[in-house]
């Protein structure tokens, strides 16, 4: 086992020296990075497609998306006319910083004032992966039940931000919206915390609100 | 990356071997050992207990819990009176058999017909994981959208069983549970599907005829 986690840590030291590289070249664009982690099916998609379109008349976005397989939830996003570049990580369980330094290669960073970096749908490996983002979202929905944040702590407590999505499903389900907010402060104490519907578009205006000072002071700190 | 993939090739072949072992284990007892893999939050956890009530008066089950952290879903099932072992894999994003075979030691396997092993939740690194089981179950939720067989097509491909859940929610979604047969249907035709709510109990007998019949023909197979 001494060889393998020797490979793992040289692996983590390789990705965490090329994410440093990646978000030099966002920061000399004057580039947010926001990268968003989910479960399958947390709704990190269209939580991207609410967020584009509150953002269309301020701050220009970009985005990266990272899958197993197929490039669906690059064309949802293309249908917004913002620009896109798709990872098919074929069978990788994460995203990976020299894969989000190719795609990055492919965007116009110049024209842009936040590129979002969705990754692979997991809870476990995408944590130990910095991608070169600034800033990193979890993505929850109610439907998943309160204790993702206490079974899957790690990628709860490397995060800036908590979304919890699918708030219009609350009326259907025995879900504990105190409680589950409760577990996710326990593992980690500084989350932003944000409650949005994508199908009816509550909460996104605050979370919006939020990236877009974010982005405002991440450019005032470059100057 | 050659040495990587050796290594990886020997951990899974090493796996395999374990894994053929538990299952010797398991005809030898004429136990049907049963694997549940889903995202996190899809209600493998809720599909237990409702299963595990449906089986009482029929056959005789046990369950070996798979988490990252926490006893939760163990404590759960411990409430129904069934032999349950947590395993804790502290990071790890997937059980692997070695982890099963150290479990297997301490249920009585004697008193049972079905061991259910309950997997991490993580649509993708499980999938190259054998563990020792006769059948290998997916669960989706209908929250989580209907494009995941070919998001994350391994699980569904090598899986016997799908079972849909949260179908009491279908009200309430823009869910289309004909596109998501289609689709996983599309990754492997010879899947057994399943639509059930844990809520309301929808489609539990299906299911648990189901697997009363496959433990009732292991049974038979080792006579």
Redesign the interface.
């Known amino acids: 086992m001494t060889?393998?986690i020797t490979?793992e840590q040289k692996i983590l030291r390789k990705n965490a020296d090329i994410a440093a590289e990646n978000r030099r070249e966002l920061d000399w664009h004057g580039v947010l990075g926001v990268a968003l982690l989910s479960?399958?099916?947390s709704g990190k998609t269209s939580l991207l497609e609410r967020t584009l379109g509150a953002l269309a008349s301020g701050a220009r976005a970009g985005v990266i998306e990272g899958?197993?397989?197929?490039d669906?939830d690059a064309r949802r996003i293309e249908a917004l006319a913002v620009p896109v570049v798709q990872i098919v990580t074929n069978?990788t369980?994460h995203l990976e910083a020299r894969m989000v330094q190719e795609a990055l290669a492919q965007i116009p960073l110049s024209q842009l004032d936040i590129l979002f970096i969705e990754n692979?749908?997991?809870?476990?490996?995408p944590a130990a992966y910095e991608l070169g983002e600034h800033v990193r979202v979890v993505v929850m929905?109610t439907?998943?039940?309160e204790?993702?944040p206490?079974?899957?702590?790690?990628v709860f407590r490397n995060a800036d931000a908590l979304v919890i999505n699918?708030t219009?499903?609350l009326p259907?389900?025995?879900y504990d919206l105190a409680q589950a907010i409760g577990f996710a402060r326990r593992v980690n104490p500084g989350l932003a915390i944000f409650e949005t519907s994508c199908?009816t578009g509550a909460g996104i205006s605050e979370w919006v609100d939020w990236l877009v000072k974010r982005a405002a002071a991440t450019q005032a700190d470059l100057k």
């Open positions: 060889n393998l490979v479960a399958p099916g899958d197993v397989q197929t669906r069978g369980c692979v749908g997991n809870l476990v490996c929905s439907t998943e039940g204790d993702k206490l079974k899957y702590p790690a699918k219009d499903l259907y389900l025995p199908t």
